[in-house]
């Protein structure tokens, strides 16, 4: 899909899940496998308050794949100091938005036509593509970027 601008609110400054009343929270993400399932616990937990858990073995796999992305790609090339990884999750009526913003300014990038799809490493936009309406990436200025996936939340029949 390429670069599109962010579908809703930006989720920062939200209060934790169970807490929230507006439909966007956010989370730091540590630079760690235990970041890494910590993100997933939080998505698969918040879409349980939001009575959503049918959206979450979708929403935790994006949420994998992007956050993934984010830490191999993006936290390497950012600036100098603490590499900052957060995720936000934003519902609205019918769709459900998760966002993984970094400090790295490198631009997501995800060919169809490529031959990663069979290879070790390189399918998590493929993945992202396969399961989410719609994708796409917004610059942070000074330095970084939002990357995010639009789920849809009607359960399947």
């Known amino acids: 899909m390429g670069r599109s601008e962010w579908p809703g609110a930006a989720p920062y400054g939200a209060r934790p899940a169970g807490t929230d009343r507006s439909g966007a929270v956010v989370l730091r993400v540590a630079c760690s ?68 913003s970094d400090s ?3 631009v997501p990038v ?17 993945i992202v593509d396969a399961l989410a309406e719609e994708w796409g990436w917004t610059p942070r200025p000074p330095a970084g970027k939002t990357v995010w996936a639009k789920l849809p939340t009607r359960p399947l029949i």
Not at 52 to 72: F, P, S, Y
Not at 118 to 126: A, D, I, N, T
């Open 33 to 100: 496998h235990e970041g890494f399932a910590r993100a997933r616990v939080f998505t698969r937990d918040t879409l349980r308050a939001w009575s959503l858990e049918h959206c979450g073995d979708d929403a935790a796999l994006v949420v994998t794949e992007l956050v993934t992305n984010a830490v191999t790609h993006a936290v390497p090339s950012a600036a100098a100091g603490a590499p900052e990884v957060r995720l936000g999750l934003v519902r609205d009526p019918g769709h459900l938005t998760l966002a993984v």
């Open 110 to 126: 995800f060919d169809p036509s490529d031959d990663a799809a069979f290879g070790e490493h390189g399918r998590g936009l493929g």
């Open 104 to 106: 790295g300014d490198n």
